[in-house]
């Protein structure tokens, strides 16, 4: 049973002593928490992921590359999602950065007639030396600041949603964690989605340039309506 009173999403909490010390609490054996939700899917048959992902290495467009990236996430996340304190209309991760590369949006802007900002897309993976400055900057004012796909409190493109949305998973038993802090970065037990993001830059190309999604769309999707309730759904 959670332990604390309902937050809604994006609202940013004041750094108190009680607010860090609740969070300082959760903290204490959560690892082996984890660990242990996670040892419990330890025997799960990974070839379909491994397939998906081939699939994707081979396909001859980058419309197909991320079609199947994206199978492969929903693979992952159907594996795990019974883990998670991930529920709907719980949006507080549509209030934090969404990195998303150039070829991803196109295909996202192709897909739901949003319109794509041509002055986006402000730092390469490839590019190590300027990637930390670039990717603070370009993601600095999105904690408390809803996705521009969030109608509602539903994402509007759920279908269509980056593969790094589909991917976010809280391991812990509720949503304490994923609640936003003042001058606080958000430590959350996410499932960890490393490999899975690390093929996908190379499979969609590390040389490409990167935002976040509301830079790479400040205007949403003309006449949104919400197409699901929540990204982890
Ligand atoms: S694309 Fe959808 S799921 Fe992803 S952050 Fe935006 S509203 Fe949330």
Redesign the pocket.
């Known amino acids: 049973m959670s332990e604390h009173a309902p937050v809604e999403p994006g609202q940013v909490l004041p750094a108190t002593e009680l607010v860090r010390d609740r969070i300082a609490r959760r903290w204490e054996g959560l690892n082996e928490r984890v660990q242990a939700k996670v040892q419990s899917i330890s025997g799960l048959d990974r070839t379909p992921e491994v397939r998906l992902i081939q699939q994707a290495s081979s396909a001859g467009t980058v419309t197909k590359r991320v079609s199947w990236l994206r199978k492969a996430a929903d693979h992952v996340h159907a594996g795990a999602a019974h883990l998670a304190a991930c529920r709907k209309g719980c949006?507080h991760?549509?209030?934090?950065a969404?990195t998303i590369s150039r070829a991803e949006a196109q295909v996202?802007a192709r897909e739901t007639g949003a319109k794509l900002n041509p002055k986006a897309g402000v730092f390469s993976m490839a590019d190590s030396e300027d990637f930390g400055e670039a990717f603070k900057q370009a993601t600095s004012g999105a904690v408390g600041k809803?996705?521009?796909?969030?109608?509602e409190g539903?994402?509007?493109?759920?279908a269509?949603?980056?593969l790094?949305?589909?991917l976010?998973l809280n391991l812990d038993d509720d949503d304490l964690l994923c609640q936003l802090v003042e001058g606080s970065a958000t430590n959350v037990p996410y499932l960890d989605a490393r490999q899975h993001h690390v093929a996908s830059v190379a499979i969609l190309g590390q040389h490409q340039d990167y935002d976040d999604?509301r830079n790479w769309f400040p205007q949403g999707r003309a006449n949104d309506t919400p197409s699901?309730q929540?990204?982890?759904d």
Do not use: G, M, Q, W
């Open positions: 949006a991760c549509c209030h934090i969404v996202i809803p996705c521009t796909f969030l109608t539903s994402c509007s493109i759920y269509h949603r980056p790094e949305c589909r976010l999604i699901t929540h990204k982890a």
